[in-house]
T-cell receptor, first 115, second 114 residues
Framework: GAVVSQHPSWVICKSGTSVKIECRSL??????MFWYRQFPKQSLMLMAT?????????EQGVEKDKFLINHASLTLSTLTVTSAHPEDSSFYIC???????????FGSGTRLTVV | GEDVEQSLFLSVREGDSSVINCTYT??????LYWYKQEPGAGLQLLTY?????DMKQDQRLTVLLNKKDKHLSLRIADTQTGDSAIYFC??????????????FGAGTRLFVKA
């Protein structure tokens, strides 16, 4: 079945530095990838929709200059958290829509801790 | 705006059936999904139902959809300890830009007692 690889699975960084998270569709082409953020005991919050070869569409309230999304190919999208602060600490999950006309395949998530 | 609600916690005994309920507001939803999230992991698609269906059964899983009441349920038969996880209900519809947009509920934490 469709597989999405996300890494790193966890990262600890210092406040003020930038962190890049990668999301790859391993066995299918994903024209659209999605980035979510999950707060403890809360649901997923869609941050942005990433379309291959074009600018990402950000949800209201998400700072596009802080959360840089690049979708350079049909199998890779990256999320860069710039100038990270402790309040950016969270669980970030990507997903991609596969060839089947239902559902999404999710990556395993990245737990970001900013100290 | 769109909203998906589900109870936050459910506790059952091993071998019993679990029923997780969900309500949604977007009547134009095309697909409705159930995802499972195990601790520290991403989401796994469990099953889905198209909006013109009433029921879908997949092994131990039964999904019931009441479109009139905008109510979705997931029944897990013969619940096992390995079923302990958070279950997310999600609805998919068209976004304002013409693409797809999925709204998730807050998740129901299922605790299975041995």
């Amino acid at each position: 079945g469709a597989v999405v690889s996300q890494h790193p699975s966890w990262v600890i960084c210092k406040s003020g530095t930038s962190v890049k998270i990668e999301c790859r569709s391993l066995d299918f082409q994903a024209t659209t990838m999605f980035w979510y953020r999950q707060f403890p005991k809360q649901s997923l919050m869609l941050m942005a929709t990433s379309n291959e070869g074009s600018k990402a569409t950000y949800e209201q309230g998400v700072e596009k200059d802080k959360f840089l999304i690049n979708h350079a190919s049909l199998t890779l999208s990256t999320l860069t958290v710039t100038s990270a602060h402790p309040e950016d600490s969270s669980f970030y999950i990507c997903s991609a829509r596969g060839a089947a006309n239902y559902g999404y395949t999710f990556g395993s998530g990245t737990r970001l801790t900013v100290v | 705006g769109e909203d998906v609600e589900q109870s936050l916690f459910l506790s059952v005994r091993e071998g019993d059936s679990s029923v997780i309920n969900c309500t949604y507001t977007d009547s134009s939803s095309t697909y409705l999904y159930w995802y499972k999230q195990e601790p520290g992991a991403g989401l796994q698609l469990l099953t889905y139902i198209f909006s013109n269906m009433d029921m879908k059964q997949d092994q131990r899983l039964t999904v019931l959809l009441n479109k009139k009441d905008k109510h979705l349920s997931l029944r897990i038969a013969d619940t096992q300890t390995g079923d302990s996880a958070i279950y997310f209900c999600a609805e998919e519809g068209r976004s304002g830009t013409g693409g797809f947009k999925t709204i998730f509920g807050a998740g129901t934490r299922l605790f299975v007692k041995a």
